[in-house]
């Protein structure tokens, strides 16, 4: 067994060794359900039971809202953007800002900004557990510093085209110079737990801008600029003036302030040329409010509120399926005491799996409609 799996290991290699769509995308070969699973997968690596194990210790069991809460993130991902996504070919966020806002600058400021949030900061947050978490974040930081930096600047500067095998090795080498600088800035941390709370507040403040960047056309990239600078002056604001038992408060805090200020400096400033709007939504079909966009394209400008609404509803009736199931099972495993309305326990249970299930036909239809509405599109 170990021998065929360092075979296999080998053969992988080399396959990866190819360029670097094949050593970070798999060649854009996955299925639907084979992302899924490795989204899933990574979810659930070694830093997840510490950081559950750490939050039920200190605030029971309600605390696991913090992970349970991204479900909805996912479920939002799967239904409204992951085929926006695709359509857009792209290997990093850098790329898709140049092709959504069409200037080389905002990608660059885009690539800095994200080497250092998720390269970096993300990284130290996770840098202990040393599982399939940490090679996430090694692979996602890696892909920006040789797709978009070396690739896309210092080899356009010196006017030469890159080989494949060339951008893969730096992509390697990048992973190393990456975990050095992580260990090091872990060495001042005091604790894990402030790192991943520094992540996850900067990652509440430029959230909601990233979804805006699909659903609204007048989104720009010094929005984009603007959000990632106020989470920066907002989120030490933030841990220093609001107690960690008001955490929620925290991330609304940065939240707010943080779309806020995305909102006012793209009204300030002109919006992306007509051209780059007009070819990110032929290229991408982006849903939500792009009307005047598609009316200068020809297209029919209720379509991007038609495919958010169904994007939305499935989003919607998965999550009943995924908190019903959750809170039925969890209910029936722990003996939890249900509602006082509705004392008998036994009845809540079924009440919440029974209800999950029964939507299921119902997201899986508006979710495979959606995604061929999607193809029909693409085509």
Same mark, same amino acid.
């Given at each position: 067994?170990?021998? /065929?799996?360092?075979? *296999?290991?080998?053969? $992988?290699?080399?396959?990866?060794?190819?360029?670097?769509?094949?050593?970070?995308?798999?060649? $854009? %070969?996955?299925?639907?359900?084979?992302?899924?699973?490795?989204?899933?997968?990574?979810?659930?690596?070694?830093?997840?039971?510490?950081?559950? #194990?750490?939050?039920?210790?200190?605030?029971?069991?309600?605390?696991?809202?913090?992970?349970?809460?991204?479900?909805?993130?996912? +479920?939002? +991902?799967?239904?409204?953007?992951?085929?926006? *996504?695709?359509?857009?070919?792209?290997?990093?966020? #850098?790329?898709? #800002?140049?092709?959504?806002?069409?200037?080389?600058?905002?990608?660059? @400021?885009? !690539?800095?900004?994200?080497?250092?949030? $998720?390269?970096?900061?993300?990284? !130290?947050?996770?840098?202990?557990?040393?599982?399939?978490?940490?090679?996430?974040?090694?692979? *996602?930081?890696?892909?920006?510093?040789?797709?978009?930096?070396? /690739?896309?600047?210092?080899?356009? *500067?010196?006017?030469?085209?890159? %080989?494949?095998?060339?951008?893969?090795?730096?992509?390697?080498?990048?992973?190393?110079?990456?975990?050095?600088?992580?260990?090091?800035?872990?060495?001042?941390?005091?604790?894990? /737990?402030?790192?991943?709370?520094?992540?996850?507040?900067?990652?509440?403040? @430029?959230?909601?801008?990233?979804? +805006?960047?699909? @659903?609204?056309?007048?989104?720009?990239?010094?929005?984009?600029?603007?959000?990632?600078?106020?989470?920066?002056?907002?989120?030490? @604001?933030?841990?220093?003036?609001?107690?960690?038992?008001?955490?929620?408060?925290?991330?609304?805090?940065?939240?707010?302030?943080? =779309?806020?200020?995305?909102?006012?400096?793209?009204?300030?400033?002109?919006?992306?040329?007509?051209?780059?709007?007009?070819?990110?939504?032929?290229?991408?079909?982006?849903?939500?409010?792009?009307?005047?966009?598609?009316?200068?394209?020809?297209?029919?400008?209720?379509?991007?509120?038609?495919?958010?609404?169904?994007?939305?509803?499935? =989003?919607?009736?998965?999550?009943? !399926?995924?908190?019903?199931?959750?809170?039925?099972?969890?209910?029936?495993?722990?003996?939890? !005491?249900?509602?006082?309305?509705?004392?008998?326990?036994?009845?809540?249970?079924?009440?919440?799996?029974?209800?999950?299930?029964?939507?299921?036909?119902?997201?899986?239809?508006?979710?495979? %409609?959606?995604?061929?509405?999607?193809?029909?599109?693409?085509?």
């Amino acid at each position: 067994m170990p021998r /065929k799996i360092a075979r *296999w290991g080998a053969t $992988r290699r080399r396959q990866a060794s190819a360029g670097p769509e094949q050593y970070f995308l798999a060649g $854009r %070969s996955l299925t639907g359900w084979q992302a899924v699973i490795s989204m899933a997968a990574t979810q659930f690596a070694a830093d997840t039971p510490l950081l559950v #194990a750490g939050l039920v210790a200190v605030g029971g069991i309600f605390a696991l809202w913090r992970p349970w809460i991204y479900a909805l993130a996912f +479920l939002l +991902l799967a239904f409204v953007l992951a085929a926006c *996504w695709r359509r857009a070919g792209v290997l990093t966020d #850098a790329e898709l #800002a140049e092709l959504r806002y069409g200037g080389r600058g905002a990608a660059l @400021v885009f !690539t800095y900004a994200q080497v250092l949030v $998720r390269s970096l900061i993300m990284l !130290t947050a996770l840098i202990a557990a040393l599982a399939s978490t940490v090679d996430t974040h090694l692979n *996602w930081g890696a892909s920006y510093w040789a797709n978009d930096i070396y /690739k896309r600047y210092l080899c356009g *500067w010196r006017g030469v085209e890159p %080989s494949g095998r060339s951008l893969v090795w730096v992509a390697r080498l990048s992973n190393v110079l990456i975990l050095a600088i992580a260990l090091a800035v872990m060495a001042r941390l005091d604790s894990i /737990k402030l790192a991943w709370e520094l992540s996850l507040l900067l990652g509440a403040g @430029v959230g909601v801008v990233l979804v +805006l960047r699909w @659903v609204w056309w007048r989104i720009t990239a010094w929005g984009e600029v603007a959000a990632i600078g106020a989470s920066a002056v907002l989120v030490p @604001v933030a841990l220093a003036l609001i107690p960690e038992d008001y955490a929620p408060l925290r991330m609304l805090l940065v939240a707010a302030g943080s =779309t806020a200020a995305a909102a006012c400096a793209s009204l300030w400033t002109a919006a992306a040329e007509a051209s780059s709007l007009r070819a990110f939504y032929l290229k991408v079909r982006p849903p939500g409010f792009w009307g005047p966009v598609a009316r200068e394209a020809g297209m029919d400008a209720r379509a991007p509120l038609v495919q958010r609404a169904r994007g939305l509803g499935a =989003t919607a009736l998965c999550a009943v !399926t995924v908190f019903g199931l959750l809170i039925g099972i969890g209910t029936w495993l722990v003996e939890a !005491t249900p509602p006082a309305r509705l004392p008998h326990r036994g009845t809540w249970i079924a009440l919440n799996i029974g209800v999950a299930l029964a939507v299921i036909p119902l997201w899986v239809k508006l979710g495979a %409609s959606g995604e061929e509405r999607g193809l029909r599109t693409e085509d």
